[in-house]
Nanobody, 114 residues
Framework: QVQLVESGGGLVQAGGSLRLSCAAS????????MGWYRQAPGKQREWVAH???????NYADSVKGRFTISRDNARNTVFLQMNSLKPEDTAIYYC????????WGQGTQVTVSS
């Protein structure tokens, strides 16, 4: 069974940085686009970024220029480097393998204080 495990969340001051990691079991990385999503309290889950098997990336406008998604297929790991963090980035961040049906991680909390 494929599993995704996120790590790297925490509490950071506005303007700071965090790097999230998502480790996958199995060979899911080699054949699937991987994505990061987030869900703030009282809000719906929203897409943050994704990276295809080719390495091409897309970002939500709210994080463009501040966040960078990358993948290491040899380590079955996808990363999200988050810089210039803002309080509105506070959310639970989820990693996902964008296959049908999608596979989700359990999430990691990111809290940005003002």
């Amino acid at each position: 069974q494929v599993q995704l495990v996120e790590s790297g969340g925490g509490l950071v001051q506005a303007g700071g940085s965090l790097r999230l990691s998502c480790a996958a079991s199995g060979s899911i990385f080699s054949t699937n686009t991987m994505g990061w999503y987030r869900q703030a309290p009282g809000k719906q889950r929203e897409w943050v970024a994704h990276i295809r098997t080719t390495g091409s990336t897309n970002y939500a406008d709210s994080v463009k220029g501040r966040f960078t998604i990358s993948r290491d297929n040899a380590r079955n790991t996808v990363f999200l480097q988050m810089n210039s963090l803002k309080p509105e980035d506070t959310a639970i961040y989820y990693c996902a393998a964008l296959k049908f049906p999608p596979v989700w991680g359990q999430g990691t909390q990111v809290t940005v204080s003002s």
